[in-house]
């Protein structure tokens, strides 16, 4: 904590009132402690009948431990008078306390969102290094200094990175990105549209929380419309082909639905598919660990739903045993949060993202917060038997 010299300085001079003042206004106290001392530098012509305290105060250990009783009492007394709700305490010697608290947090936010952000420039440099800085560099610039600012703005940055890697081994995995049917050579390259949808699939959500502090596109608008408006600024994908701009505009604009349209174009309903897939992967991964049993949800991240153990919606709950996606408008519970990760297991498009996520068993974690009833035994079966467990 950083020291205040002024207030140090008022600090003694109080001290040293309070000494006078104790000495003035509490002479029988005093006359005791010399007293005291007198009888100890007497203590060497101690009689033979002297009592067992007086031969005890006459050794070394006596003098030792009435000295420290002594001080131990006096600090005692100028804690009552100077410490914690104390009554010649100012009050602005607490205000004091908690502003320096506030300024330590938020110094450690700070440096915390920069790790994020080194971190996350570490993991982009392999895959697409230009783009990648060019994420960082716009979300930084929405960075304030302000912890309840600058923690969804660290988390969105990070979500990003994780799409991408999500979406790298989707593209790996399934033939209809990387095989003959329309890769290398081809235009446009479907596995490059993927990897560019992914990264900037939540370029809206900065100016979103910039303008509105959430990440509930009902309580602010539609940050997917958002993220393609802002993607057809040129500083984005400056060396892309207009046919790839479009494309990847496209997958971000649409990458939010609850329904996609009946009819696309194939290459949209790829790479829109596999940004959908990849995006709930990672969601499905932060929701684990900040709905985890035990934990305090953030409120930010979970919409601001009422956290009440054993509640849940009728909606949420039918709406998994029927193999459709929950509506977030419908939601009420953090539990009907945990129905709408299970609900996406259903409508994960690639076989290579089913395994991803069975492989990490993040959905096993998940709906162990779920209540112990029948309702939620046959969620956790039909969630298993779409993961082939």
Not at 174 to 191: C, I, S
Request: charged letters at 25%.
């Amino acid at each position: 904590m950083t020291l205040n010299t002024p207030n140090m300085l008022r600090t003694c001079r109080h001290t040293a009132r309070f000494c006078f003042c104790a000495l003035a206004l509490h002479p029988a106290f005093t006359a005791a402690a010399f007293a005291a001392s007198a009888n100890l530098r007497a203590s060497a012509d101690m009689p033979e009948h002297a009592g067992a305290m007086d031969v005890f105060l006459s050794g070394m250990a006596g003098k030792t431990i009435f000295v420290s009783v002594l001080f131990l009492g006096v600090m005692l007394f100028l804690r009552l008078l100077y410490g914690p709700k104390g009554w010649l305490r100012e009050k602005r010697w607490d205000e004091m306390n908690v502003e320096f608290k506030a300024a330590e947090e938020k110094s450690a936010a700070i440096k915390t969102a920069k790790r994020i952000h080194k971190k996350r420039r570490v993991v982009l440099a392999p895959l697409l290094a230009a783009e990648g800085e060019q994420l960082s560099a716009y979300a930084e610039s929405f960075f304030n200094g302000s912890p309840q600012n600058d923690k969804p703005m660290g988390l969105k940055l990070e979500h990003s990175a994780n799409v991408l890697k999500n979406a790298w081994i989707i593209a790996a995995r399934e033939e209809v990105f990387y095989g003959p049917a329309g890769q290398r050579g081809n235009k446009p390259e479907l596995d490059r549209a993927l990897l560019l949808a992914a990264l900037y699939h939540d370029v809206g959500r900065f100016e979103q929380v910039k303008r509105f502090g959430t990440f509930k596109d009902a309580d602010s608008l539609n940050h997917g419309l958002l993220g393609a408006s802002i993607l057809s600024d040129p500083r984005f994908m400056s060396a892309e082909t207009a046919e790839m701009r479009k494309l990847v505009r496209g997958a971000v604009l649409m990458h939010n639905r609850l329904a996609l349209p009946a009819i696309m174009p194939r290459p949209l309903e790829l790479v829109l598919k596999g940004v959908r897939d990849a995006d709930k992967l990672d969601i499905i991964n932060i929701m684990r660990e900040e709905i985890s049993p035990g934990k305090i949800p953030d409120k930010t991240v979970t919409l601001g739903l009422e956290d009440a153990p054993g509640q849940y919606s009728d909606h949420a709950f039918e709406a998994v045993l029927s193999g459709v996606p929950v509506e977030y408008a419908k939601m009420r519970y953090v539990n009907d949060f945990r129905l709408l990760l299970c609900s996406w297991v259903a409508s994960l498009e690639f076989a290579a993202s089913k395994q991803i996520l069975a492989r990490r068993g993040y959905m096993e974690e998940i709906m162990s917060g779920l209540p112990q009833n029948g309702d939620m035994e046959k969620v956790r079966n039909q969630v298993r038997e779409l993961l082939g467990q």
